[in-house]
T-cell receptor, first 115, second 111 residues
């Protein structure tokens, strides 16, 4: 139990579908992150929120749309995805994005498959 | 900007043998260093971290790592591995508010 919960754990969707990934943390953290983990590739940081404000968007295509309604919840809205978007999507949280030396705590991820 | 290099993409080892997973980093400023483990179908779990002080850091599951500033390395070691240690291991470096991960090393423990 890491204190970071992601749902669903698995998702299969067609390219024209719209779905959302959810992340919730119970650690009292103020920073939340979305990562993409593809086979044979390093972890890719997608988005960062600190105190509910988006602070980083690492050139992520607009078919991925994050939402952070409060410091405990983070969503990733998906629409018209491509087959290359199939991957494990990991959510993480940390105390404060601006503090150095803070480890990130990860959820177990959502395995996304695009048909 | 910083970077992290994990020199081995896969490390096969027999059960009860010692293992070392290598990590080198590059940064123009002081860094904090981490090792994470990822078991199949799970997220990343923090194994240990170096913030300051003693260069030998002990973590969970019998792992330890040594920070070597002159060689810019943070190698992970375990004196005797178990089958259950089979997983992907990630080294990470934090400078300022940026956390950079290495490409990962798959540890495969054989009976």
């Amino acid at each position: 139990e890491t204190g970071v919960t992601q749902t669903p754990r698995h998702l299969v969707m067609g390219m024209t579908n719209k779905k959302s990934l959810k992340c919730e943390q119970h650690l009292g953290h103020n920073a939340m992150y979305w990562y993409k983990q593809s086979a044979k590739k390093p972890l890719e940081l997608m988005f960062v929120y600190n105190f509910k404000e988006q602070t980083e968007n690492n050139s992520v295509p607009s078919r991925f749309s994050p939402e952070c309604p409060n410091s405990s919840h983070l969503f990733l809205h998906l629409h018209t995805l491509q087959p290359e978007d199939s991957a494990l999507y990991l959510c993480a949280s940390s105390q404060d994005r601006q503090l150095g030396g803070q480890p990130q705590h990860f959820g177990d991820g959502t395995r996304l498959s695009i048909l | 900007a910083q970077s992290v290099t994990q020199l081995d993409s896969q490390v096969p080892v027999f059960e009860e043998a010692p293992v070392e997973l290598r990590c080198n980093y590059s940064s123009s400023v002081s860094v904090y260093l981490f090792w994470y483990v990822q078991y199949p179908n799970q997220g990343l779990q923090l194994l240990l971290k170096y913030l300051s002080g003693s260069t030998l850091v002990k973590g969970i599951n019998g792992f330890e790592a040594e920070f070597n500033k002159s060689q810019t390395s943070f190698h992970l070691r375990k004196p005797s591995v178990h089958i259950s240690d089979t997983a992907e291991y990630f080294c990470a470096c934090s400078a300022g508010n940026m956390l950079t991960f290495g490409g990962g090393t798959r540890l495969m423990v054989k009976p």
